[in-house]
Structure formats: C-alpha cells, structure tokens
C-alpha cells in the first residue's frame, strides 16, 4: 500500500490512499503496522510541535514494511530565517510561511531521528525554505 498525508484540502495523489494531517495528529487507525510500501509525506512535519515531531516519525516508521520508503519534509527553520534576514523573503511571504507551520525543524535534526528509527537515508535535499528527506527500511 502506498499512502500521502495531506493537509485537507491540498492536492492528493491518484494511485495513493489519502490520509489526512492536522495539528499534531495522523489518521493512521485503517492502516496496519508494516503494512506499506511507500509513505508520502512531503509536508508532514510542519504541521507538528516541534516536541512531537519524533512521535510523528516513531508513528510513520511503524507502518512502514521493510524495504518501504518514506518521503517526508518540512521547513528548515534555519533557511527560513536566513532569507528573512537577507530580505530575500519579504514580511507578507514570510507571514505566508509561518501562518502554515505549527513549527519549524532542519533538516539536521531531523536526519539523525530518522537514522536512529533503523531507516537508511538515500538521499536528502533542500529547495528553497523546504527540505526533505527520502528514506528506506531494511
């Protein structure tokens, strides 16, 4: 099974079954551990405190099966205030950004929590103010 966690109302992926995110919380009651392939989660982590970040990857690696991949992102709160600081973002796009995050990580922190939940890192890349990291389980 392959799954995308979503905001509601953002655009979803035909082929994958939607699971919908909100502060601090994952619908994942209908899937069972180990039971996917691929988990989808570009966006995820902004919508989390930043002290439960860890039990929405503890939660996310727990459905995944072995060999599965996760992609999941964020905003680095480091690039984020970099651009602020060079007026390379402007208040209002600023204001943007942070009226969508319940908080921000890096990419720094989070690669070591992902590491430490026995997931290999394939790759990892920043685009702008976002970062994300695709993973495997084996």
């Known amino acids: 099974m392959k799954i995308q ?6 655009p979803v992926i035909e082929g994958y079954k939607h699971v919908i995110c909100s502060d601090n919380y994952i619908n994942l009651m209908d899937i069972s551990d180990n039971e996917c392939s691929e ?13 439960k ?16 991949r996760i992609i999941i992102g964020g905003t680095d709160v480091r690039l984020f205030s970099r651009l602020v600081i060079n007026s390379s973002l402007n208040e209002q796009e600023a204001s943007q950004i942070l009226n ?39």
Do not use: W
């Open 39 to 51: 988990i989808m989660a570009q966006d995820v982590l902004d919508n989390f405190d930043f002290e």
């Open 100 to 138: 969508r995050c319940k908080s921000m990580s890096s990419l720094s922190l989070v690669k070591p929590m992902i590491n430490s939940l026995g997931l290999n890192i394939e790759t990892s890349t920043i685009n702008g103010t976002h970062f994300e990291i695709v993973a495997k389980r084996g």
């Open 5 to 10: 966690v979503v905001k509601m109302g953002e």
């Open 53 to 68: 970040i860890h039990e929405c990857l503890v939660a996310l690696v727990g459905k995944l099966r072995l060999n599965g």
